[in-house]
């Protein structure tokens, strides 16, 4: 009797722990594109920027300026092996997920801290020599329809199964002979996963962004970002354009624009919007030495979700020389302006100016300092472009400006208040001199696994 009891009991634990298995796999697949556009509810945080605007704003009301200072330590998990934990934790029908050193990925209870399933990509054993000194941290991963989606530092894009952390399938993004490596968090829509790619200062890097099928990885489309050898024809017209704002043998050096974060995708215009990097290598006197404004570097690029196809895009440095790219977060908002309400876009890239632009064609709508700016004096509001400050391009000698090369705004998430209408932005208040005093600007070459830019900084303020 006591044995038939303990087998009917551990048949009803089987089935209560697979019941609870099939709910919390139900609840996670809906989130898609209409989880991910959802502004009312507050009880998951489901993707980077918590929604497809990136607005990073919560509806939620219960803690408020009045109660805030009750708040108490709950739980807590130890994480003896993790150094940088830069990324934003989703949360998910009260299951938290989030990445660690070397893109380990745990899922938690969130109301327990109670470890669920803990995946490990393996990255040493990928990267092997290959990577041996780099960026061991991931800002954050992706979740679709029951899977979240893991970027290495290797390189490799990798589907997990949400309920039980099992590898579903796993694709290499880059070549495995380039310099290339992955910290940014994969952005999700469409049942696309979208990845790009840093590595603009470790050899002749020509960036590019790619979206691969959420179910099986395959490869749908990728755009690169700046042109390669005129000699091998262009993939679209889009390069051709942007080859035209090059000279010399630019594609000797890569170019560079790698797209190391800074992705969004837009609903209700059925857009992408991509922040692109800056010149491979910084100076342009090398890459690109009869000067030209060098598209579609640090840049806002659109494209079509479906197809990766070129719509539009604003420029933010032409011609970058300093490091300043628009890799930053690109946040969606509908704005009233002079009467009318405009779908606008707001970017705070490294250069130091808070771009405002009309997402439906790109048109600048405000450009304002936010931190020290003394590389331009302001931005042309009937042209776009910055008024620069002469020398700042230490054309003859050292310049010493604002922002440095880790920028007015870096990676750091900024958010945006639908009730204040302020965005909130994690500024830096450095100034750098650059300079290529010493620099052999006629035989200097890009580097292979190694870091060189073609110019100097250091910070002087």
């Known amino acids: 009797m006591k044995r038939q009891f303990l087998i009917v009991l551990a048949v009803m634990i089987v089935l209560v722990l697979t019941v609870r298995q099939l709910v919390a796999q139900q609840g996670s697949d809906v989130v898609d594109d209409a989880a991910l556009a959802d502004e009312i509810q507050g009880e998951d945080w489901r993707s980077f920027g918590r929604t497809y605007n990136e607005q990073r704003f919560s ?12 708040l108490a330590v709950d739980w807590f998990m130890e994480l003896p092996n993790d150094r940088g934990l830069v990324s934003t934790p989703l949360v998910v029908d009260g299951v938290m997920y989030f990445i660690g050193s070397m893109n380990i990925v745990r899922a938690i209870d969130a109301t327990s801290g109670r470890l669920l399933w803990e995946y490990d990509p393996l990255v040493r054993e990928y990267a092997d020599r290959r990577l041996r000194v780099g960026w061991d941290h991931s800002r954050g991963i992706a979740f679709w329809k029951g899977k979240v989606y893991v970027a290495t530092w290797d390189g490799r894009l990798n589907a997990v199964d949400a309920a039980t952390g099992r590898e579903l399938w796993s694709t290499m993004t880059v070549d495995s002979d380039v310099a290339f490596y992955i910290t940014g968090a994969p952005k999700v829509f469409k049942n696309k996963i979208l990845i790009g790619n840093g590595g603009t200062e470790n050899g002749a890097a020509r960036g590019y962004v790619t979206a691969y099928d959420a179910d099986t990885g395959e490869q749908v489309w990728r755009f690169f970002i700046v042109p390669g050898n005129p000699s091998h024809g262009f993939e679209n017209d889009a390069m051709s354009m942007a080859a035209e704002t090059w000279t010399g043998e630019w594609w000797q050096f ?3 624009g790698n797209a190391w974060h800074g992705f969004t995708y837009d609903p209700d215009l059925d857009a992408v919007y991509i922040g692109t990097g800056n010149g ?16 579609f570097l640090c840049s806002i690029v659109a494209l079509d979700p479906d197809t990766g196809e070129y719509r539009w895009h604003y420029q933010t440095t032409p011609g970058e020389t300093w490091d300043y790219n628009s890799n930053m977060d690109i946040v969606l908002a509908d704005l009233s302006i002079d009467g009318q309400v405009v779908k606008a876009l707001l970017h705070a890239p490294k250069n130091g100016f808070f771009y405002v632009l009309d997402r439906k064609d790109g048109r600048l709508i ?13 931005v042309d509001r009937d042209t776009g472009r910055p008024v620069e400050v002469p020398g700042a391009r230490y054309e003859n000698e050292p310049a010493a400006i604002s922002p440095g090369p880790i920028g007015g705004h870096s990676w750091h998430a900024m958010s945006f208040s639908p009730l204040t209408g302020l965005a909130y932005i994690p500024t830096i208040h450095l100034a750098y001199t650059f300079t290529d005093e010493g620099v052999d600007l006629e035989t200097w070459r890009s580097p292979l696994w190694r870091s060189s830019t073609g110019v100097s900084s250091r910070r002087t303020g």
Do not use: H
């Open 59 to 70: 509806p939620l009301v219960q803690v408020n300026k009045s109660n805030v200072s009750n």
């Open 254 to 256: 890569g170019g560079g």
């Open 280 to 295: 491979s290598p910084w100076n342009r006197k090398i890459r690109s030495p009869n000067g030209g404004d060098n598209l």
């Open 366 to 378: 405000s450009a304002e300092p936010f931190t020290e700016v003394t590389w331009a004096s302001g």
